[in-house]
């Protein structure tokens, strides 16, 4: 099995050297293990944490061993009934290319007739689900509302931006790094307006887009998007925030955000949250997803990189933003 270990702790921005590929031997299967030929695996802004051995919410990835992540594969071995050989299966032991455990590391899932299976890895899986918790339990987002979303044309952004829609929302704004996705973002994912963050100051360009304020701020990004937005908030605003990718690879001190006292005077209440703490909603947005899904209501993009040699340039790739929609490895 080829496997992706992390050898030091970057300081910063990750480099190629923080790195090492490794040929493993897999022992012979045991009583109840399976081998699943890996098709997929994801790389999430999540793992740059997990590089770093600071406290956090999920445990520091081991020096000097294999890293893992969401992944999905096929069962190509298997000394378990539950798990027979074909069967399309979700797990967690992502960074290699053949993953080998007992049958309870690995949840068989159906196959997607005409879609791909790293779906189950976005818009099917945890991305999608994150957006749709954030909304939901964290931002109360009511019809009629207005929605901005930072970090709009990654995978959790291009859900928030869709299923805010579903949910009713009035209108939807969004910020991308670049001009084809501010394009993107309005043509294909019916966003009603978007801006591109490198191009002017965030908090002018909201004012713009925003003249009746925004209800609901769901942040993936934090710095100059969290100030800019809170500018925009109208009174009894909520801003959920899942994510500060500004901050993930600097080492200079954030600054906070200026207009703090806006929380008082517009009655705002902001709230951080982990999708871990929140699985119970899979089951709701799993039903209401497959039936979006089904209805051809939902638009997504892939960028896909293949081999798992190269699964760090694609990580490093998706912190600088060279992926839309879900960034995925092919490792098959
Ligand atoms: P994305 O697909 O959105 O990929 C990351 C994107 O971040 C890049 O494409 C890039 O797009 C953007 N980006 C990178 N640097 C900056 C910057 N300095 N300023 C603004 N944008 C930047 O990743 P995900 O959808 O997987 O994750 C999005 C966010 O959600 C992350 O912050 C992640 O940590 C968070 N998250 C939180 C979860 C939770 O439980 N709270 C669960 C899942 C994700 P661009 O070209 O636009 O710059």
Not at 243 to 264: C, H, L, R, W
Request: glycine share 12%; with cysteine; net charge negative.
């Amino acid at each position: 099995s080829t496997q992706v270990q992390l050898v030091s702790r970057p300081d910063g921005w990750p480099t190629a050297e923080d790195f090492r590929t490794v040929t493993v031997q897999l022992d012979d299967l045991g009583e109840n293990q399976v081998r699943v030929a890996n098709e997929f695996m994801s790389v999430d802004p999540y793992m740059r944490g997990r590089m770093s051995d600071a406290k956090s919410y999920i445990p520091p990835f081991v020096l000097g061993e294999t890293m893992d992540g969401g992944a999905v594969g096929r069962v190509v071995a298997s000394r378990s009934a539950d798990l027979p050989v074909g069967t399309l299966v979700l797990h967690q032991l992502g960074w290699r290319d053949v993953a080998q455990a007992d049958a309870g590391a690995f949840r068989a899932v159906a196959d997607l007739p005409g879609a791909s299976p790293s779906l189950y890895l976005g818009i099917l899986g945890m991305t999608g689900l994150t957006a749709y918790v954030g909304l939901t339990e964290i931002a109360h987002l009511a019809p009629g509302e207005t929605v901005f979303v930072s970090g709009a044309a990654g995978a959790v952004g291009t859900a928030v931006g869709q299923i805010a829609r579903l949910l009713g929302a009035g209108r939807v704004i969004g910020s991308a790094g670049s001009d084809e996705k501010v394009a993107l973002l309005k043509e294909k994912y019916g966003f009603d307006a978007a801006l591109n963050y490198k191009t002017a100051p965030v908090r002018e360009q909201l004012a713009e887009l925003a003249p009746g304020g925004v209800d609901v701020f769901f942040d993936n990004v934090g710095g100059d998007h969290l100030e800019a937005a809170i500018d925009v908030m109208n009174d009894h605003g909520r801003l959920a925030l899942c994510g500060a990718i500004s901050q993930y690879n600097t080492t200079d001190t954030a600054e906070g955000p200026d207009n703090m006292v806006k929380f008082i005077k517009g009655s705002l209440s902001m709230r951080g949250f982990t999708l871990g703490n929140h699985l119970d909603k899979a089951g709701e947005y799993n039903e209401k997803m497959s039936e979006w899904f089904a209805d051809g209501e939902i638009q997504y993009d892939e960028t896909v990189v293949d081999g798992i040699e190269n699964a760090v340039d694609a990580f490093l790739g998706l912190m600088r933003g060279a992926n839309t929609g879900k960034m995925v490895v092919r490792t098959s």
